[in-house]
Structure formats: structure tokens, C-alpha cells
């Protein structure tokens, strides 16, 4: 006779991606936060100097802090999208595409987030206070200022993917409960409208902490 119940370690699998879920989704917001630009910055269509830009940045050591959130937040979503591919490929094994899917577009979320944590360290390297900053012109400092503030939100673009994937097979199979996949495919339809209508992929870096710690406490109930 076989047993279906969880057996010690998948229970501790989906605790373990269910807690890097929350995670994920906190160090991302976290890190968002802190790496605003200064106030003005973007504030009118005023042509703005590389003098102003540089002045308006965040000290080097609030970017390295948000940079280093973002690293956590790379590592944990690793986790978490690796955990949510390996439980939908065993509670969906009939819908092997958007299993792909998901699968890949975790794959892409990795590299673009990761890319983006880089672009952030390349501009706390001309930020005020910073060690290389005389390595830096005052143009350069404010290119890679606003390039790694462009860069850093938008590279979450591929987490509509993964969110898209999951809300499918949550409401198609057991991937996640219902109401998360209706919650998953409801971010990730705003977010894409806004980025295709209004041209704001950044959206993407504010429904991707509002998804992950969901999706993660979902899997520590369900577990539990």
C-alpha cells in the first residue's frame, strides 16, 4: 500500500522555498526603497546637469546597503523559483509547457536581477563619498546613476513570466492555492499593461514583492 502523505523531506522543501519566497519578495521591496533617487532628481522637465544628478544621489552607503539587498533578494528568489518549478513539475506533469515556462522565465528573472545588483555597485562607485569616485567623471557618475535606477526595477521584468506561469498552473492544477493564482495573474496583467500602455516596466519591481511572500506563505500553510 502507498502512502500519500508529505513525507519529512518535501515538507521541508516547501518550507524551505516557502521561506525564500518571503524573503525574496521583503529584501526586493527592501531594496527598491532605499534605492530611490534623491528628492528632485526626476521631479519636473527641467534638463538636469550631471552635477545636479550626482548631487541628488544616495550616499555610496545607501547604495551598497540597497545593492546588497538586492543580492539577498537574488539568492532567495533563486530558491523560491526553484523550489515553485521542482512543485509544479510534480503537481502538473500533464502541462509540461507552462511548466517550461516557468522554468525558464526563473531562469531569466536570475540573470536580468542579477545584472541589475551589478549596475547598482557600478554607480556606488561614483556615488558621493565613494572610494573610486575620482576614478569617475561627473558624467559618467550620473549615466550609471540613471542607468542602474532604470535597469534595477526593469530587470524584474521577467518575473511577469514566472507569475503568469504559476497563476496558470495554480488555477489548472495545485500548484499554488486558487486565490494565489488569481492574485499572481492579476499583478502580472497590471503590470504588463502598464509597461505595454504607459511604458512603466518598472511596475514589475512592485508587483514581484507583493507576489513572492503570497506565494511563499501559501506553500508554509499548505506544508504545515
Same mark, same amino acid.
Given at each position: 500500500?502507498?502512502?500519500?502523505?508529505?513525507?519529512?523531506?518535501?515538507?521541508?522543501?516547501?518550507?524551505?522555498?516557502?521561506?525564500?519566497?518571503? @524573503?525574496?519578495?521583503?529584501? #526586493?521591496? #527592501?531594496?527598491?526603497?532605499? %534605492?530611490?533617487?534623491?528628492?528632485?532628481?526626476?521631479?519636473?522637465? /527641467?534638463?538636469?546637469?550631471?552635477?545636479?544628478?550626482?548631487?541628488?544621489?544616495?550616499? /555610496?552607503? %545607501?547604495?551598497?546597503?540597497?545593492?546588497?539587498?538586492?543580492?539577498? $533578494?537574488?539568492?532567495?528568489?533563486?530558491?523560491?523559483? %526553484?523550489?515553485?518549478?521542482?512543485?509544479? *513539475? /510534480?503537481?502538473?506533469?500533464?502541462?509540461?509547457?507552462?511548466?517550461?515556462?516557468?522554468?525558464?522565465?526563473?531562469?531569466?528573472?536570475?540573470?536580468?536581477?542579477?545584472?541589475?545588483?551589478?549596475?547598482?555597485?557600478?554607480? +556606488?562607485?561614483?556615488?558621493?563619498? +565613494?572610494?573610486?569616485?575620482?576614478?569617475?567623471?561627473? /558624467?559618467?557618475?550620473?549615466? +550609471?546613476?540613471?542607468?542602474?535606477?532604470?535597469?534595477?526595477?526593469?530587470?524584474?521584468?521577467? $518575473?511577469?513570466?514566472?507569475?503568469?506561469?504559476?497563476? @496558470?498552473?495554480?488555477?489548472?492544477? +495545485?500548484? %499554488?492555492?486558487? *486565490?494565489?493564482?488569481?492574485?499572481?495573474?492579476?499583478?502580472?496583467?497590471?503590470?504588463?499593461?502598464?509597461?505595454?500602455?504607459?511604458?512603466?516596466?518598472?511596475?514589475?519591481?512592485?508587483?514581484?514583492?507583493?507576489?513572492?511572500?503570497?506565494?511563499?506563505?501559501?506553500?508554509?500553510?499548505?506544508?504545515?
Amino acid at each position: 500500500m502507498t502512502s500519500t502523505a508529505a513525507t519529512p523531506t518535501t515538507t521541508a522543501r516547501a518550507t524551505g522555498w516557502g521561506w525564500a519566497g518571503i @524573503v525574496a519578495g521583503l529584501a #526586493a521591496g #527592501a531594496s527598491g526603497a532605499i %534605492l530611490a533617487q534623491g528628492p528632485g532628481t526626476f521631479g519636473d522637465q /527641467e534638463v538636469k546637469s550631471g552635477e545636479f544628478i550626482v548631487g541628488a544621489m544616495n550616499p /555610496e552607503l %545607501l547604495i551598497r546597503l540597497g545593492g546588497g539587498l538586492g543580492m539577498v $533578494a537574488v539568492v532567495a528568489t533563486t530558491v523560491f523559483t %526553484l523550489g515553485l518549478a521542482r512543485r509544479a *513539475a /510534480e503537481t502538473a506533469p500533464g502541462r509540461t509547457g507552462w511548466v517550461e515556462a516557468l522554468r525558464w522565465s526563473s531562469i531569466a528573472l536570475l540573470a536580468t536581477t542579477a545584472v541589475g545588483v551589478l549596475m547598482r555597485y557600478v554607480a +556606488a562607485g561614483g556615488a558621493p563619498g +565613494a572610494m573610486d569616485q575620482s576614478m569617475y567623471t561627473t /558624467e559618467a557618475s550620473a549615466t +550609471a546613476a540613471v542607468l542602474a535606477d532604470q535597469m534595477s526595477t526593469g530587470t524584474y521584468l521577467p $518575473a511577469l513570466g514566472v507569475m503568469t506561469a504559476a497563476g @496558470v498552473l495554480s488555477l489548472r492544477g +495545485a500548484l %499554488l492555492p486558487k *486565490a494565489v493564482g488569481i492574485v499572481a495573474l492579476v499583478l502580472a496583467g497590471a503590470s504588463l499593461v502598464a509597461t505595454l500602455a504607459i511604458g512603466l516596466p518598472y511596475s514589475s519591481s512592485l508587483v514581484f514583492p507583493l507576489f513572492a511572500p503570497v506565494a511563499g506563505i501559501a506553500a508554509l500553510v499548505r506544508r504545515g
